[in-house]
């Protein structure tokens, strides 16, 4: 194709003043300032520009571009501009703890604490008892020491800080005994023999990656120990011929040599989630209770709070941890500690708790009830996708995910949507794109709408995001583009 006939196309392209005359751009300056409108007209014509530059001669054929379909693209990208970018989605993946997507969505009583912290002042550091500074992290520690049977507690930023700044607390330059069966990777980023080592502390690693015995640990013992480390496997598992060191056993061979044992648990409970048909994760009761002096756990994950990390057990070791310099690095800021009290207060009451904490709420819903739920909403897609979509019910499992009960698929119910038309990829990039955005799985050409992970009071917005996302005629590339 000559240069000519390129130039032709070009010359096809409004000027950003035509584009900007039209009706739809001249309403919505009433919204939006008038350059940003013009950007975004200068920016989707330089892009048209550029198609027309690349295009291939069959691509070019009929090309027509009119400016209100340029005009109402572009306010399309004004109101995509102008959106928050980090924004709430409804998770249909059927995975709970997606820290993709924010881990752990929080208990209305946290988000209400939030808000009143958030637009308040607050006695963050302040006794209202003698009207002295205190510390930030008094105010929740009598309610985790309640509910933990922990003598003292501690909360930063995450998991990953709290086991790095006990770790350099109690044993920088000095060795740190574990399992080789437990050097755990977690989220790619997250290595217990990495943060060991920016800790300060030498990993000895003891017995084979299937079996650790205790003897394995005490001869690895001596006078350059500093502590004894477990670690909760708790995105993998190592199956058939196994064998792990009980905390107890672990306990009293460190109480020999004067020195901590320590557990990382990872997502730590604080109910028992066997009664609920769930495989049984470990809770910190039962660690502190079988004597572990410090032990670990995330905020975001099982325990459905705020991201942090809580330090829990023997206060010889946690006012050590105190003193560390790096706290202020990893202090945890009123947001986190607000929710983390409200949502802490909610496991007073286990049945509370069990209602109002949407994690597990959402591990322990019963599968009628999705069912029900499930028939409601594919009735309501099913009449209005008709021509687009076949809309069924499916059975497939639902994950925990976060890192936490790996193996546990749980019986889930999803609505499934197969277009008849079109390619379920490009449907669940539209789903993204929907407002709220909505994540689904994509399984053999068929979108999964798992509702395990979608909040109840969300199914509404569901079904009305999946109907604009889908009935939208035309994404809005396709928009102004007209072949
Ligand atoms: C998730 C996890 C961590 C990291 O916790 P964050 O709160 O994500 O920092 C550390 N250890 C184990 C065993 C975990 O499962």
Same mark, same amino acid.
């Given at each position: 194709?000559?240069?000519?006939? &390129? ?27 008038? #350059? ?12 048209? @520009? ?6 291939? !001669? ?11 379909? *340029? ?13 928050? #970018?980090?924004?709430? +989605? ?16 929080? !208990? ?19 006794? %209202? ?25 501690? +909360? ?5 800080? !709290? ?16 399992? @080789? ?5 977690? $989220? $790619? ?11 300060? !502390?030498?990993?000895?690693? +003891? $017995? ?5 015995? %205790? ?78 002096? %410090? ?50 207060? *909610? ?7 069990? &209602? ?10 019963? @599968? ?12 309501? *897609? ?14 497939? #499992?639902?994950? +925990?995910?976060?890192?936490? *009960? ?36 994509? #399984? ?28 939208? $005629? ?10």
């Amino acid at each position: 194709m000559s240069k000519n006939d &390129r130039q032709d196309y070009l010359r096809l392209l409004p000027s950003v003043e035509r584009v900007l005359q039209e009706k739809i751009l001249q309403e919505s300056l009433a919204e939006f300032p008038r #350059h940003l409108a013009a950007d975004a007209v200068r920016d989707l014509l330089a892009r048209k @520009r550029m198609l027309i530059l690349n295009a291939v !001669a069959e691509e070019l054929q009929g090309l027509k571009f009119s400016s209100a379909g *340029l005009a109402k693209e572009a306010l399309i990208a004004i109101v995509e501009q102008t959106l928050p #970018h980090l924004r709430p +989605v409804i998770n249909a993946t059927g995975v709970i703890l997606h820290t993709n997507l924010g881990r752990s969505p929080l !208990a209305p009583a946290a988000v209400q604490a939030l808000k009143e912290i958030g637009e308040s002042f607050s006695n963050l550091e302040l006794s %209202l008892k003698t009207g002295r500074r205190s510390s930030r992290y008094e105010h929740i520690e009598s309610l985790l020491c309640y509910l933990t049977g922990a003598e003292a507690a501690l +909360v930063v930023n995450n998991n990953a800080g !709290a086991v790095f700044l006990s770790l350099n607390s109690l044993a920088a330059g000095r060795e740190v005994v574990v399992s @080789r069966g437990e050097l755990v990777e977690v $989220g $790619g980023s997250f290595r217990i023999s990495e943060v060991m080592a920016s800790s300060g !502390a030498r990993l000895i690693e +003891v $017995g084979a990656t299937n079996k650790c015995y %205790l003897k394995d640990y005490r001869r690895a013992v001596n006078g350059q120990t500093a502590l004894l480390l477990k670690v909760h496997t708790s995105n993998y598992r190592i199956m058939g011929f196994t064998a792990a060191v009980p905390a107890r056993l672990l306990v009293k061979l460190a109480a020999e040599y004067n020195i901590p044992c320590m557990e990382d648990l990872g997502s730590g409970v604080l109910v028992d989630l066997s009664r609920f048909g769930l495989p049984r994760e470990p809770m910190v009761q039962e660690s502190i209770g079988a004597g572990v002096d %410090l032990v670990t756990f995330s905020g975001d994950k099982l325990l459905g709070g705020p991201q942090a990390g809580i330090i829990a057990g023997k206060k010889k070791y946690l006012d050590r941890i105190r003193e560390n310099q790096l706290l202020r690095a990893l202090r945890v800021d009123k947001f986190t500690l607000a929710a983390l009290e409200a949502t802490l207060r *909610l496991y007073c009451d286990e049945a509370k708790a069990m &209602r109002q904490i949407p994690v597990l709420r959402m591990l322990t819903i019963s @599968r009628d009830e999705l069912l029900k739920r499930a028939e409601r909403l594919s009735r309501l *897609l099913a009449e209005q996708l008709a021509g687009c979509c076949q809309v069924t019910i499916s059975h497939e #499992h639902a994950r +925990v995910g976060g890192g936490a *009960l790996p193996l546990t698929a749980i019986p889930s119910m999803q609505v499934c949507l197969e277009p008849l038309l079109q390619n379920a990829g490009l449907l669940a990039a539209k789903l993204r794109r929907a407002d709220p955005p909505v994540i689904v799985r994509v #399984h053999k050409n068929k979108l999964l709408l798992d509702l395990r992970s979608v909040m109840e009071r969300q199914d509404e917005m569901l079904v009305k995001a999946v109907l604009r996302a889908l009935d939208a $005629g035309g994404s809005p590339e396709e928009a102004g583009m007209e072949q």
